[in-house]
């Protein structure tokens, strides 16, 4: 596994014919190993362990609909009241963080209206705030703490 700019995370694995799979605890079972699935279990520890994020306001994998087309979305982070907070989107280490991934995550908060958008691929990470009554999306120098995220709203 390639070191990403993350923490290190502890994971439990098991292995499924010839393929590994992770424990995923916010979906409560083990999914398939991948590149992308690798960033998505490191940011979620993250988020848990080092942003004050609390596993019981996430999701991995929501599904939405958007002009009758079903998508998903890697992870939502909701406020207290259960409304989407921000949205997380990752792809593997070898996947550059671009325009293209910041417009699949907007495309996602048209069904979602989020307030933050984060774009990760484990080495680099970028955080977005929408800004609705202006009408703007702001970037962040940082991420940050689940606390400070509903100040911001």
């Known amino acids: ?4 700019n993350l923490p290190k995370a502890d994971f439990r694995f098991r292995r499924e014919g010839d393929g590994i799979y992770v424990f995923d605890a916010l ?6 190993f991948t590149p992308e699935e690798y960033v998505r279990q490191s ?12 596993r ?16 998903r979305c ?14 997380v989107e990752y792809k593997a280490p070898t996947c550059a963080i671009d325009e ?3 417009r699949q995550a907007y495309v996602y908060n048209m069904a979602l209206r989020a ?7 484990g080495l680099a990470h970028h955080c977005f705030h929408v800004d609705y009554v202006a009408n703007e999306m702001h970037r962040l120098d940082a991420l940050p703490d689940y606390q400070d995220l509903c100040l911001n709203v």
């Open 43 to 54: 940011f979620v520890n993250f988020l848990v362990v080092h942003k004050g994020y609390p």
């Open 1 to 4: 596994m390639i070191a990403l």
């Open 115 to 121: 307030h933050y958008l984060v774009l990760s691929n």
């Open 27 to 32: 979906r409560r079972r083990y999914v398939k």
């Open 74 to 87: 890697d992870t939502v982070v909701y406020d207290r009241d259960m409304r989407p907070l921000m949205i």
């Open 100 to 102: 293209t991934v910041l």
């Open 56 to 71: 019981g306001l996430m999701n991995n994998e929501v599904a939405i609909e958007i002009n009758s087309v079903k998508l």
